[in-house]
């Protein structure tokens, strides 16, 4: 753990600790004064290594990571954490407002992203919306539920996929798929009613916590995410110029 001495770490008692990954002083200031305010334990790190290694050694309950940082590309720290099984959950905070960046950062297992300039109340809103998801819906006693041949643990926070009945000769076993906290709320909204069309705006506020047109395009990429992870046997139907559903097939 980080001494109580480190000058880049606030400790507060209530809700855990927040690494805060930023090159530029003055932005990481205002987010750690923030974030401090809010109840959070903070630790900046002015490098993606540093980031990393704090990451590693310190279990935080969220990530802000910016995408230009000196030393390593913000994406590739993120890219680094989720082939190593951390799905820490991470918010991407970057002046960098190209599509092709926001899409690629949630791909790679982003929970959610903001472009600076930003206003710090709401990026404390949104790890705290990032926070709940991966807390969960649901419960230590909330039933498991099946829409298909995905089956899933809200109390846990797992899902698992049965093989195609289909290729029995194929084999197989039920097999386990890691989600960010992000994608499994996703998923488990959709299924939880079956059949039903969920516009995007509806799903946005209902799963990110707040509704945009803008935001539009991230149910899209992380709709595209959980069918790439659950392969042939995703349930999640687009239901052209309205959004999604998720079909018990």
């Known amino acids: 753990m980080a001494a109580r001495d480190d000058p880049a770490t606030d400790r507060a008692p209530d809700r855990g600790l927040v690494v805060v990954v930023e090159d530029e002083s003055v932005i990481a200031d205002v987010v750690r004064r923030y974030l401090t305010a809010a109840g959070f334990a903070v630790r900046i790190c002015r490098t993606g290594q540093e980031g990393l290694a704090a990451v590693?050694?310190?279990?935080?309950?969220?990530?802000?990571?910016?995408?230009?940082?000196?030393?390593m590309d913000g994406l590739d720290l993120c890219r680094r954490l989720r082939d190593g099984g951390d799905w820490t959950p991470v918010l991407f905070a970057t002046a960098r407002d190209e599509d092709v960046d926001r899409i690629l950062g949630l791909e790679l297992g982003g929970d959610d992203y903001l472009v600076k300039p930003f206003n710090p109340r709401e990026l404390v809103a949104r790890v705290r919306a990032v926070l709940?998801?991966?807390?969960?819906p649901g419960g230590a006693g909330a039933a498991a539920l099946r829409v298909g041949r995905v089956r899933i643990d809200p109390g846990r926070r797992?899902?698992?996929?049965?093989p195609d009945p289909a290729r029995p000769a194929a084999?197989?076993?039920?097999?386990?798929?890691?989600?960010?906290?992000?994608?499994?709320?996703?998923?488990?909204?959709?299924?939880r009613s079956p059949g039903?069309?969920?516009?995007?705006?509806?799903?946005?506020?209902?799963?990110?916590?707040?509704?945009?047109?803008?935001?539009a395009r991230t149910v899209d990429v992380h709709v595209a995410a959980l069918r790439a992870k659950l392969g042939d046997a995703s349930p999640i139907r687009t239901v052209r110029g309205v959004g999604y559903a998720a079909d018990d097939r």
Do not use: K, M, Q
Not at 56 to 71: E, Q, S, T, Y
Not at 132 to 136: F, I, K, P
């Open 56 to 71: 590693r050694a310190d279990r935080p309950v969220a990530i802000v990571l910016d995408i230009g940082l000196p030393d």
């Open 132 to 136: 709940r998801r991966a807390g969960g």
């Open 158 to 162: 797992r899902v698992w996929v049965d």
């Open 171 to 191: 084999g197989g076993e039920e097999r386990e798929v890691d989600l960010t906290a992000t994608e499994f709320d996703l998923l488990l909204h959709l299924a």
């Open 196 to 215: 039903r069309v969920f516009e995007r705006a509806g799903l946005l506020s209902a799963v990110w916590g707040y509704a945009s047109a803008a935001g």
